[in-house]
Nanobody, 125 residues
Framework: QLQLVESGGGLVQPGGSLRLSCAASGFTLDYYAIGWFRQAPGKEREGVLCISSSGGSTNYADSVKGRFTISRDNAKNTVYLQMNSLKPEDTAVYYC??????????????????WGQGTQVTVSS
């Protein structure tokens, strides 16, 4: 059974940091590009950032450049999202997803075949 599980979400004050994890089971992430997406209430799901299978290519949304960082540890079959300088507008459910075309690092929802269940991130004072 192929599964992605996100963890690390929670409540944080503006300016704070969180690190989300995306762990895979039932398959190896080595050959997949991994994306992080988020969806706020009443809004469409948007691609935040992506990392290619090799880790050599990344793709960031302008809204998170300089604040968020994606990394992967293939030995642990896990991808991480480090979020710094968080803002209230970052509040959303965050999802990780896997794209079997590992070299293709996009933030397009339909290109990703496997999805986690999501983890809530709330930025509020």
């Amino acid at each position: 059974q192929l599964q992605l599980v996100e963890s690390g979400g929670g409540l944080v004050q503006p300016g704070g940091s969180l690190r989300l994890s995306c762990a895979a089971s039932g398959f190896t992430l080595d050959y997949y590009a991994i994306g992080w997406f988020r969806q706020a209430p009443g809004k469409e799901r948007e691609g935040v950032l992506c990392i290619s299978s090799s880790g050599g290519s990344t793709n960031y949304a302008d809204s998170v450049k300089g604040r968020f960082t994606i990394s992967r540890d293939n030995a642990k079959n896990t991808v991480y999202l480090q979020m710094n300088s968080l803002k209230p507008e970052d509040t959303a459910v965050y999802y990780c997803a896997a794209n079997p075309y590992g070299s293709r690092c996009s933030r397009v929802v339909y290109e990703f075949d496997y999805w986690g269940q999501g983890t809530q991130v709330t930025v509020s004072s």
